[in-house]
């Protein structure tokens, strides 16, 4: 297939070369220049304009970083009428108005959010949400097989797939936020690393994504790949899709609050493991 993919980020670049790995034409565009480096080497070729990246794309996906950017490309744009009979896929973390927004706006769209990081992205078991109508999202298996083998249709409407993915990004924010909390007390009260990890690497009360942060909590640089930054914003989005329905969320306004108070401590861009630094470092 012809594949073109828009956001150059870390989970962009695992994407882009997941799919050339496959087998699979790739051309890729991304707003700041020269982060494609190591994808063009892999045989991918760059482009200056996001519309040349589409024309002629069999598919188009997207791994932006928010409602914003994802808007400006895909929604306030030319898009639709470059896309042709190509199929918009969008990877991105965003709330499911803008998924709709998107398929209004382009119609052959496919919304495809990612559970796991860029290294099962690369691995090949990453897993794809894929919501969008049926026929096609069955057109593009090529492009599901290319990334991996655990990829599930959810429902035609797009919105279904980034509201499951929120839902999971909130419950990985939260039960990270309980980890360091939980951490963080073991630490003050002169428990040694051995034990704590011993123990919580084997709690079946420690979900799997969560534990995959634990060294990272304990001790770790927070040199991540999913920046305190986003989960702040992923969190938001699951408050506000609770608030569109009448349900308010208590939990979710302070671990919001929490993360976002990593900005105080310079750690905006850290890995979303940094919120232990919250008990260790005084705020600026």
Do not use: C
Request: charged share 25%.
């Amino acid at each position: 297939m012809q594949v073109a993919v828009l956001g150059m980020g870390i989970m962009g670049r695992s994407i882009a070369l997941r799919v050339l790995e496959g087998g699979h034409q790739v051309r890729v565009w991304n707003r700041t220049p020269g982060r494609a480096g190591e994808v063009v080497d892999a045989g991918a070729v760059a482009l200056d304009r996001p519309e040349a990246a589409v024309e002629g794309a069999e598919a188009v996906v997207l791994s932006l970083t928010d409602d914003a950017a994802v808007r400006q490309v895909a929604v306030d744009s030319a898009l639709a009428e470059r896309l042709g009979g190509g199929v918009l896929v969008d990877m991105s973390t965003v709330s499911p108005a803008t998924s709709r927004q998107e398929a209004a706006a382009v119609g052959r769209m496919v919304a495809a959010p990612v559970l796991g990081g860029p290294t099962a992205v690369r691995a090949g078991r990453a897993v794809y949400l894929l919501a969008g109508r049926k026929e096609v999202v069955d057109e593009l298996e090529p492009l599901w097989s290319a990334l991996g083998d655990q990829h599930r249709w959810w429902a035609e409407d797009p919105g279904v797939a980034t509201t499951l993915k929120l839902l999971s990004n909130y419950l990985l924010m939260g039960g990270l936020a309980l980890l360091a909390e939980a951490v963080a007390t073991g630490q003050r009260v002169g428990l040694e690393r051995g034990p704590l990890h011993d123990f919580f690497d084997g709690s079946a009360l420690v979900p799997a994504g969560v534990k995959n942060r634990l060294d990272d909590v304990l001790d770790g640089a927070h040199d991540g790949w999913f920046a305190a930054r986003l989960g702040a914003k992923d969190v938001r989005l699951a408050r506000e899709l609770a608030a569109s329905a009448g349900l308010e969320l208590p939990l979710a306004d302070l671990i919001e609050q929490r993360y976002e108070a990593l900005e105080t401590l310079d750690l905006w861009d850290a890995d979303i493991a940094a919120i232990v630094e919250l008990f260790r470092r005084p705020a600026a």
